[in-house]
Each structure stands twice: as C-alpha cells, then as structure tokens.
C-alpha cells in the first residue's frame, strides 16, 4: 500500500490493485500544478470529503479523464448526478460501504460545506479506509472535536492524515491532540502551505509532535510514503 502527496489535502493511495484519489485540487494550486501531470493521472474512485473548491476543483475533469466513482455525499452525488457524472456512490456520516479494495467508513468532521456555484453539498467528512490489513483515517477539514474519541472504540488506525495549516481548519497543536483522541501514533500532514491563511512552520511542527512521542510526516508534494 502506498500513498503519494499530490498538494494541499489531494492523496493518491493505491492499495489492492486499486487508486483512490482524495480531493483533488491541482490545477489551480500554485505549489502543484507544475509538479504534478494532472492529464496523467488514473484513478479507479475519487473521494470527496466536502464541497469547497479547494476540495474539488478538478472533481468533474478528473472523474470525466478517469472514469473513476465518485465516493462522496448524497447532495455532491445529486450535483455531480445533475453535471453528467453518473459514477457515483453516496454516503453519509456514520456509515460504511464495502467497495473491492476494501471498507469506507464515513465519519463526522467539525467544519462547512458548500460547492463552488453555492449549492449545499450536506455536511462535511472525513473517511476511514479499511484495506490491506491496514486502517487509514483520512479527517478531510475539520476542527478538533470530541467526536474524535469514538473511532478508537471502533478502529485501530495504523495511520491517521490530518489538518494542521490553521485558519479553516485546527492547527497542529490540535492535531497532536486529535492524534492521542484518535491513539494514532502515525501521523500525515495535509492542508498547510497552500495559501497565505496556511502557513506552518515545519519545525516547530515536527518539534511539537515530537515532544509528544508521536511521529508526524510533513510530505512533499509528489513524495510517495509506503504504509
Ligand atoms: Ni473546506
Ligand atoms: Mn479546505
């Protein structure tokens, strides 16, 4: 299983022969779109956390190059239904699906969510991806809320990716705190740098994490990381 950073909060993951792209926003991401091909890119499902453009610019170009289905909300399914993408699989909060690479689990995230032309997209949300063997939460925008203390009850996660950039979403001082919620001991850095309102400071990221015995990986954009 292997995960490869595309920009802002856009993964690749490729597990069980399969490639799940996680909102993907390249082309208008100035750090990205000169590092990553956009026309290259292969997908076999799109996960979509919630419907801010930062989230899903590229949704309806990608899904269209790649003919991947699209995982996501019942309102983004019914907007996207209404746009020709007809590659779709709704979910809501609380529920999980089996797909042939494995489980999605979709859970609450403390943030809003909106498509770009205004329409309500339902509520925003993170996923957990069961497959492999392995359990990834990745937590889409979100702020730090208790509601994180519930999916240790259920899940014992392997990796957890997390906001850290602040200003739309928790910082990383909440993330650590969100990773020993979550009793997440390994940690993937998404939704910093992108823009002005995101800048981390690398080190002291990693220095506070590490003060925490809790090991955080602030990827590179095209950085792959096996899991
Ligand atoms: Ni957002
Ligand atoms: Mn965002």
Redesign the pocket.
């Known amino acids: 299983m292997q995960l490869t950073y595309l920009g802002h909060?856009c993964f690749l993951l490729e597990t069980a022969g399969k490639k799940l792209i996680f909102d993907p926003f390249i082309r208008n991401n100035e750090l990205a779109k000169d590092k990553v091909s956009f026309e290259e890119l292969e997908a076999d499902y799109i996960l979509i956390s919630h419907g801010?453009e930062?989230?899903t610019a590229d949704l309806i170009d990608l899904a269209k190059q790649t003919g991947a289905t699209v995982v996501c909300s019942w309102e983004i399914h019914a907007w996207l239904n209404q746009k020709g993408i007809t590659k779709t699989h709704p979910m809501n909060i609380g529920g999980k699906w089996q797909f042939d690479f494995g489980t999605v689990h979709m859970v609450f995230a403390a943030h809003s969510s909106s498509l770009p032309d205004g329409s309500y997209a339902g509520v925003a949300a993170g996923f957990i991806i069961e497959s492999n063997g392995k359990k990834i939460y990745y937590a889409g925008?979100t702020a730090l809320t208790s509601d994180m203390q519930l999916i240790p009850t259920k899940h014992k996660l392997d990796y957890a990716l997390l906001p850290i950039g602040d200003n739309?979403?928790m910082d990383y001082k909440d993330a650590c705190t969100a990773a020993r919620m979550i009793q997440c001991k390994q940690i993937i850095a998404m939704?910093f740098d992108t823009f002005g309102f995101i800048q981390v400071n690398h080190e002291e990221a990693l220095a506070h994490f590490k003060q925490h015995e809790i090991a955080l990986t602030i990827p590179q954009i095209t950085e792959t990381i096996q899991l």
Do not use: C, N
């Open positions: 909060s801010h930062d989230h925008d739309f979403t939704h």
